[in-house]
Nanobody, 124 residues
Framework: QVQLVESGGGSVQAGGSLRLSCAAS????????MGWFRQAPGKEREGVAV????????YYADSAKGRFTISRDNAKNALYLQMNSLKPEDTAMYYC?????????????????WGQGTQVNVSS
């Protein structure tokens, strides 16, 4: 059974940086993609960045391009999201996702397993 535990969220001022981490266990060799999603109050969960676990190819939402970097450390079963130049609109609960089921990579419904989330607050 896959388990995901996020950490690294917090409160920062606009322009600041945070690094989110996701510790994964029970990941099958068949798992191809892992990613980061976020959900702000009253909004749908949206894709931020996804990465192919073995090849390392990243995919970013337009809102994340040029500011966020997704990476993984397969030896540590860890996924990361480096977030720079944070904006107030980045405020949300950030979730780690695994067990991709096919379809659009940045759609939350195409991932089966989720962590509990880590809160990111960006003040202006």
């Amino acid at each position: 059974q896959v388990q995901l535990v996020e950490s690294g969220g917090g409160s920062v001022q606009a322009g600041g940086s945070l690094r989110l981490s996701c510790a994964a266990s029970g990941i099958s060799y068949k798992n191809s993609y892992m990613g980061w999603f976020r959900q702000a109050p009253g909004k749908e969960r949206e894709g931020v960045a996804v990465i192919h676990i073995r090849i390392g190819t990243p995919y970013y939402a337009d809102s994340a391009k040029g500011r966020f970097t997704i990476s993984r450390d397969n030896a540590k079963n860890a996924l990361y999201l480096q977030m720079n130049s944070l904006k107030p609109e980045d405020t949300a609960m950030y979730y780690c996702a695994a067990e991709y089921r096919g379809g659009s990579l940045l759609m939350s419904g195409n991932f089966r397993t989720w962590g509990q989330g880590t809160q990111v607050n960006v003040s202006s």
